[in-house]
T-cell receptor, first 112, second 111 residues
């Protein structure tokens, strides 16, 4: 089954403790991206990747890092999380970035 | 600046009562407009892509249309299972790696 898998689904952490949210797709897609969703603000793009070793900033990249060492994986790294990064995070992928058809199930992150 | 605005924020309908959701956009050049359905606690589910003014797409009780400045998602004779948040997003010609989302319309269909 074609899917985008995120882990963990839920995470509560403390300010400053580094964490990684994983994202994996099984469709051999070139394009992957990360979004955060906050009430009233919609989905905002954090980072995207056009291919292995090719990443670029979205609209809200501050406080986040990404890497794309393999085509299937696109982890989101928060090196020093802060409470304003409490949000619902989604990973998405598509074949070449011409659409955005597949989303993961989401990761609800709480930073206290 | 590329921008997407959805209205209304919330919509309550009786089962069978048809209505439309609006997505207005401002982009330098539209490459594509996308509609999604999102259920609580889940990721967005892709519904439609529209590329040019005048284009229409249909799926069951949903029909999406596109003009040069906005898109409508028409819901005909909705059922309670159509209750969800509907999101639209745009992709600009000059910046096709980025997708800009509206904040969504939360639809509640009462039996």
């Amino acid at each position: 089954e074609a899917q985008v898998t995120q882990n963990p689904r839920y995470l509560i952490t403390v300010t400053g403790k580094k964490l990684t949210v994983t994202c994996s797709q099984n469709m051999n897609h070139e394009y992957m991206s990360w979004y955060r969703q906050d009430p009233g603000l919609g989905l905002r793009q954090i980072y995207y990747s056009m291919n292995v070793e090719v990443t670029d900033k979205g609209d809200v990249p501050e406080g986040y890092k990404v890497s794309r060492k393999e085509k299937r994986n696109f982890p989101l790294i928060l090196e020093s999380p802060s409470p304003n990064q409490t949000s619902l995070y989604f990973c998405a992928s598509s074949l070449f970035g011409t659409d955005l058809a597949f989303f993961g199930q989401g990761t609800r992150l709480t930073v206290v | 600046e590329d921008q997407v605005t959805q209205s209304p924020e919330a919509l309550r309908l009786q089962e069978g009562e048809s209505s439309s959701l609006n997505c207005s956009y401002t982009v330098s050049g539209l490459r594509g407009l996308f509609w999604y359905r999102q259920d609580p606690g889940k990721g967005p589910e892709f519904l439609f892509t529209l590329y040019s003014a005048g284009e229409e797409k249909e799926k069951e009780r949903l029909k999406a249309t596109l003009t040069k400045k906005e898109s409508f998602l028409h819901i005909t004779a909705p059922k309670p299972e159509d209750s969800a948040t509907y999101l639209c997003a745009v992709q600009a010609v000059g910046n096709f790696n980025k997708f800009y989302f509206g904040s969504g319309t939360k639809l509640n269909v009462k039996p």
